[in-house]
């Protein structure tokens, strides 16, 4: 059976952080692979910058690029708006029933987590893999979730795809020639994206 984490996002635009910790994961067994899904819309964050997310999985797309190990997924693209990850989780496990998911977050949402929508069915469905994030504390979050895996020595990268937005509409191309892979950036050029 395929050991397959699923790393929810936005990914407006997916860069290398992305990239490392979904690397790391598979470098370190706890998966064979890792499937980017790409969110049309987060029922907990602001919309306002979001562009369309064919764009969005167009440059995943192109991220990923030659990585086997690596997918991207547009099952929510079909789904009623703002897709919950719940319900995602049981189309994916209807469509793909040889796969054993896993569902990758990151610290901030850990501690949220009892605001998703029927979360204890979700820690039930799949084993949940937390990635620490800067200033949020794995303790008060193995509190209430003892269930759920923490990734303690996951690579922490200082970079928000909304930093490297804020550069890109500036003109300034420093951090997105560091953080976005070149296949990524000339997309986003061509398109006027940003």
């Given at each position: 059976?395929t050991?397959?984490?699923?790393?929810?996002?936005?990914?407006?635009?997916?860069?290398?952080?992305?990239?490392?910790?979904?690397?790391?994961?598979?470098?370190?067994?706890?998966?064979?692979?890792?499937?980017?899904?790409?969110?049309?819309?987060?029922?907990?964050?602001?919309?306002?910058?979001?562009?369309?997310?064919?764009?969005?999985?167009?440059?995943?797309?192109?991220?990923?690029?030659?990585?086997?190990?690596?997918?991207?997924?547009?099952?929510?693209?079909?789904?009623?708006?703002?897709?919950?990850?719940?319900?995602?989780?049981?189309?994916?496990?209807?469509?793909?029933?040889?796969?054993?998911?896993?569902?990758?977050?990151?610290?901030?949402?850990?501690?949220?987590?009892?605001?998703?929508?029927?979360?204890?069915?979700i820690?039930?469905?799949?084993?949940?893999l937390?990635?620490?994030?800067?200033?949020?504390?794995?303790?008060?979050?193995?509190?209430?979730?003892p269930?759920?895996?923490?990734?303690?020595?996951?690579?922490?990268?200082?970079?928000?795809?909304?930093?490297?937005?804020?550069?890109?509409?500036?003109?300034?191309?420093?951090?997105?020639?560091?953080?976005?892979?070149?296949?990524?950036?000339?997309?986003?050029?061509?398109?006027?994206?940003?």
């Open positions: 059976m050991k397959t984490a699923l790393y929810f996002g936005s990914f407006n635009p997916i860069h290398n952080g992305h990239l490392g910790l979904a690397n790391y994961l598979i470098n370190n067994n706890l998966s064979d692979e890792v499937w980017f899904v790409v969110s049309p819309r987060n029922p907990l964050k602001n919309e306002q910058e979001l562009i369309d997310e064919h764009l969005r999985i167009d440059m995943a797309r192109l991220a990923i690029d030659g990585n086997n190990c690596l997918q991207t997924s547009d099952i929510e693209f079909d789904m009623p708006k703002p897709s919950f990850t719940v319900d995602t989780l049981k189309k994916l496990q209807q469509k793909f029933p040889d796969v054993n998911f896993s569902l990758l977050i990151g610290s901030d949402n850990a501690l949220v987590f009892d605001k998703w929508k029927d979360f204890k069915a820690l039930q469905m799949v084993e949940i937390v990635y620490p994030r800067e200033n949020f504390d794995f303790k008060q979050v193995k509190e209430n979730f269930q759920m895996k923490y990734l303690e020595f996951a690579p922490q990268y200082k970079i928000s795809s909304t930093q490297i937005r804020n550069e890109i509409k500036k003109h300034h191309f420093a951090l997105a020639n560091k953080w976005l892979h070149p296949k990524v950036l000339n997309y986003i050029k061509c398109k006027n994206i940003y």
